[in-house]
């Protein structure tokens, strides 16, 4: 018996556009002022400086905008950090850009989004709503927007972190942050039932703190769901840390052994650690 076809995650265009026009323009003025240092400093994604994360981010937005992907100097495919195709396409625009100048490089990224950001804009709603091939597998073309929104935003953290600049409250708050937990959130049924094992019948509260605070509830009956609340019911399992920390640990950033203090749990511990142990589901 074949399993019922997922539903396609219908989103506001308005509210996505918001978040991903936004978090672009937060990449450009970090990273405007920076000097040769700082454009080479090495981000936690093996291999890459921050030159490479902003190459990528245009050579993404290019190929959206049917750009062809270039070829590159040697077999990708092979470097220890590429794990799948999509890495493969990753990988050849980051390697085509690090002859080009910073300079140019951000004035190529300004270009980019700008032809991208009237691009959306125009774009109908029917189109906006069709099924089309993302990063999470078939869904609406809003969704992968946010699958955008999510890539871009966790980049602009990569290059914070590279570089000793963690975003304060006002930098942190805003449409793209929201939309980024959202899209997390999306997958946590998956990560808390398959990859952290939670038992059927199990319900867990990832309760986020800080200034991106929000609890994200997870049933697991035969697989894990998120919900809005358990009903009248208390969770079995409760698992507490910084938004931006849990973000930055599915993202698979750091490693939890650096931060394990910083997590805490209630109810049945042993499932949550497993969940926070196989938090990183990231691609």
């Not at 709603?125 to 809003?142: F, H, I, K, M, R």
């Not at 800080?210 to 609340?229: F, K, Q, S, W, Y």
Request: hydrophobic share 40%; charged share 25%.
């Amino acid at each position: 018996m074949s399993s019922p076809p997922r539903p396609v995650t219908t989103l506001d265009k308005p509210a996505v556009l918001a978040g991903l026009f936004e978090v672009w323009r937060n990449l450009d003025t970090l990273v405007s002022g920076f000097g040769d240092e700082q454009w080479q400093a090495q981000t936690s994604l093996p291999g890459w400086s921050v030159h490479d994360v902003v190459a990528h981010i245009w050579g993404t937005e290019s190929m959206l905008q049917g750009v062809d992907t270039p070829e590159a100097d040697l077999d990708v495919s092979t470097l220890e950090h590429v794990r799948n195709d999509i890495g493969v396409l990753n990988e050849r625009w980051v390697r085509r850009m690090r002859s080009v100048p910073p300079a140019e490089l951000l004035e190529r990224f300004r270009a980019t989004t700008a032809d991208r950001r009237k691009a959306l804009s125009d774009m109908s709603n029917s189109a906006w709503n069709e099924v089309t091939a993302t990063p999470a597998g078939p869904d609406s073309y809003g969704r992968f927007m946010r699958v955008r929104v999510f890539d871009c935003w966790m980049h602009e953290h990569d290059i914070r972190d590279a570089v000793g600049r963690p975003a304060g409250t006002s930098e942190l708050v805003g449409p793209a942050s929201e939309l980024a937990l959202d899209e997390m959130a999306a997958s946590m049924g998956f990560v808390v039932g398959k990859l952290g094992g939670a038992p059927d019948g199990a319900r867990v509260s990832i309760e986020l703190a800080g200034p991106l605070g929000r609890t994200i509830n997870v049933a697991v009956e035969g697989r894990g769901r998120v919900v809005d609340d358990f009903g009248d019911a208390d969770p079995t399992t409760t698992i507490r840390l910084d938004a931006l920390l849990f973000s930055r640990l599915a993202g698979g950033r750091v490693p939890l052994a650096q931060h394990a203090d910083a997590v805490s749990y209630g109810g049945d511990e042993a499932v949550g650690r497993r969940i926070v142990e196989h938090l990183n589901y990231v691609i």
